[in-house]
Antibody
Framework: EVQLLESGGGLVQPGGSLRLSCAAS????????MSWVRQAPGKGLEWVSS????????YYADSVKGRFTISRDTSKNTLSLQMKSLRGEDTAVYFC????????????????WGQGTMVTVSS | QSALTQPASVSGSPGQSITISCTGT?????????VSWYQQHPGKAPKLMIY???NRPSGVSNRFSGSKSGNTASLTISGLQAEDEADYYC??????????FGGGTKLTVL
């Protein structure tokens, strides 16, 4: 069974940092691009960042470019999102998501999502 | 990258059909056949309903179908059922190698 389990969310002050993790199981992790998608309270979905299966290609939304870093550890089947210089507008549930098709460099659609981890940026 | 445009809400009675539109630009919806649709119930993670404009993942009811014309994609749900009541989001791959979502549509089954 494919499973994605996020962790690392919490309350952080503006300007602070936080690292999210997503433990993947039930599929060949290195064959799939992975992404982070967030959803602010009561709002819609926003794509945040993606990384290719090899980890060699990364992509970011303009809203987080230069502040967030996506990475993956194939040996541990783990996806990470390092977030720094956090702002109030980064407050959201962060979902880890798996690409629908294998061996793609860029992400197109997500066929599996984690349950999400809440990040609150507030003083 | 601006969000794709969806109606804020749609409604229909059980058994009826409804269509949700998703309008983008010639740099995303109009350029690629990489439009997806997601269903999200309150407090839950999104679920993939349609990918690559019109393909259904295994396990998704054939009451859900997708199409595209120019810069606008559409999701049609036929034979509406109570459990279809949810938020629906479209997404598209873009020429900037990013992904953009629509603002979401709340479907109410009357």
């Amino acid at each position: 069974e494919v499973q994605l389990l996020e962790s690392g969310g919490g309350l952080v002050q503006p300007g602070g940092s936080l690292r999210l993790s997503c433990a993947a199981s039930g599929f060949t992790f290195s064959s799939y691009a992975m992404s982070w998608v967030r959803q602010a309270p009561g709002k819609g979905l926003e794509w945040v960042s993606s990384i290719s299966g090899s980890g060699g290609s990364t992509y970011y939304a303009d809203s987080v470019k230069g502040r967030f870093t996506i990475s993956r550890d194939t040996s541990k089947n783990t996806l990470s999102l390092q977030m720094k210089s956090l702002r109030g507008e980064d407050t959201a549930v962060y979902f880890c998501a798996k690409d629908q098709a294998p061996y793609t460099v860029t992400t197109k659609s997500f066929d599996m999502w984690g349950q999400g981890t809440m990040v609150t940026v507030s003083s | 990258q601006s969000a794709l445009t969806q109606p804020a809400s749609v409604s229909g009675s059980p058994g009826q059909s409804i269509t949700i539109s998703c309008t983008g630009t010639s740099s995303d919806v109009g350029l690629y056949n990489y439009v997806s649709w997601y269903q999200q119930h309150p407090g839950k993670a999104p679920k993939l309903m349609i990918y690559d404009v019109s393909n259904r993942p295994s396990g998704v009811s054939n009451r859900f179908s997708g199409s595209k014309s120019g810069n606008t994609a559409s999701l049609t749900i036929s034979g509406l059922q109570a459990e279809d009541e949810a938020d629906y989001y479209c997404s598209s791959y873009t020429s900037s190698t990013t992904l953009v979502f629509g603002g979401g549509t709340k479907l109410t089954v009357l």
